[in-house]
């Protein structure tokens, strides 16, 4: 199993990003994927899960109707639009199989190298 986050990087509060997850070595299709974050001393925290055929789609309240999630298992990649960011999305941000439950977070499943976002100005 590989997964591999990007598209992260610096942006002003308010300013928007497109993460993608792209990953490889297990059945794309049949799995649930999901973001989490970290923030410096903080623990992890749930961000979106989306189901396997992406007909199912659940928020963490503190991103809810800012972030977007979406999927292409065509091309076994998960997207994660962010817009409206605010200063305490700074986080390093990671995509994993079998994110069971965003709050409190339980992941079951694998996750590869994370990305920075950070928000500020």
């Known amino acids: 199993v590989q997964l591999q986050a990007f598209g992260g990087g610096l942006v002003q509060p308010g300013g928007s990003l497109r993460l993608s997850c792209a990953a490889s070595g297990f059945p794309f299709d049949r799995y649930g994927i999901g973001w989490f974050r970290q923030a410096p001393g903080r623990e992890r925290e749930g961000v979106s899960s989306i189901s396997s055929d992406g007909s199912i789609t659940n928020y963490a309240d503190s991103v809810k109707g800012r972030f977007t999630i979406s999927r292409d298992n065509a091309k076994n990649t998960v997207n994660l639009q962010m817009n409206s960011l605010k200063p305490e999305d700074t986080a390093v941000y990671y995509c994993?199989?079998?994110?069971?439950?965003?709050?409190?977070?339980?992941?079951?499943?694998?996750w590869g190298p994370g990305t920075q976002i950070t928000v500020s100005s």
């Open positions: 994993a199989t079998d994110v069971v439950q965003l709050e409190p977070l339980l992941v079951f499943g694998s």
